[in-house]
């Protein structure tokens, strides 16, 4: 069917299709699902003491300039897990939102560092959420899977010792990614220990030309030899760029309240997500920190589709299309998404594969 002859579907039906597509989530720091519910729990339980008086007033601290004063208050919050339950207990409550959001297939980021600079074993990190993960496969039927990111402010060095922490627990993450501040820290920083981890058979992606310039898209791209990039919404400020994306099908995992949380745009009105489309690249949303930027994978959906009357149906479609395209994921499970995709939209009459 030509989709560009089709009249578009009214708001309410298009809220529906948005909600009840199947759909992958690729770009979710799992410590950015912690609610501040959940932060005040585990504080008690753990016996941490809090800089917020309530639940209330570290939810009125979510108030960011930029990716900096975002990850101030991030990392904050993930001092209060400690022990293996605490991650599982993050990542399980995690796995109900995207169960609810009719997210099929997720890969979580995680952020070792975080916890082992505080005396956390890397065992209590990754048991639990492991656990977490199998548990999603098992009851919820989503296929899960866990993603190692370096923090980029830290060295080389501390990259490498993480690494080498982790393998004892090869077997429960499929790859890595690199995350943090971005500005000042190039990924040319971390070529090395990508080299090994690619080494290792492990998948690589990196966050790069979220606040940083398409340079750090190229360089991730050419000396870091990553499969998809995380944010990647700066890549329209330079169109041989864009042309390669385009040409090569490098994902970009784009999360549309994170940039306008984090001032990268500064209404939603004005995101880039229907050029990105319109480029032909392959465009993905996602909720990155979802307890601090407004919302999960629906919540996303909507208040993008909402601001930017250009995205519709055809668009919806390929988003989730993409996200499947996009996955560390066995073809047997990409091709059931994606007929599960194709009946959802048949539901309304549409058909855009
Ligand atoms: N860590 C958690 N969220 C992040 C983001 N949006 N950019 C870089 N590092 C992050
Ligand atoms: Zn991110």
Redesign the pocket.
Known sequence: MDHTTLPELPRGPLHALLREMPKAELHI?I??SLEPELIFALAQRNGVALAYPSVEALRAAYAFSD?QS??DI?YAGASVLLQEADFFDMAWAYFGRAKADNVVHAEL?F?PQTHTDRGVPMAHVIHGLQRACARARSELGISASLIL?FLRHLSEAAAFETLEAALPYRDSYIGVGL????QGHPPEKFARVYARSRELGLHVVA?AG?EGPPAYIRAALDLLKVERI??GVRCLEDPALVRRLAAERVPLTV?PL?NVK?CVFKTMAEHNLPALLDAGLCALVNS??PAYFGGYMNDNFIATFDALPQLGAAQAYRLAANSFEAAFAPAADKARWRAALDARFALDGLSFS
Request: proline share 0%.
């Open positions: 720091h410590e950015g990716l975002f990850l991030y980021f952020d990111c995350d943090s501040s971005e966050h979220e995380d944010h999360c994170s984090l990155d920190d």
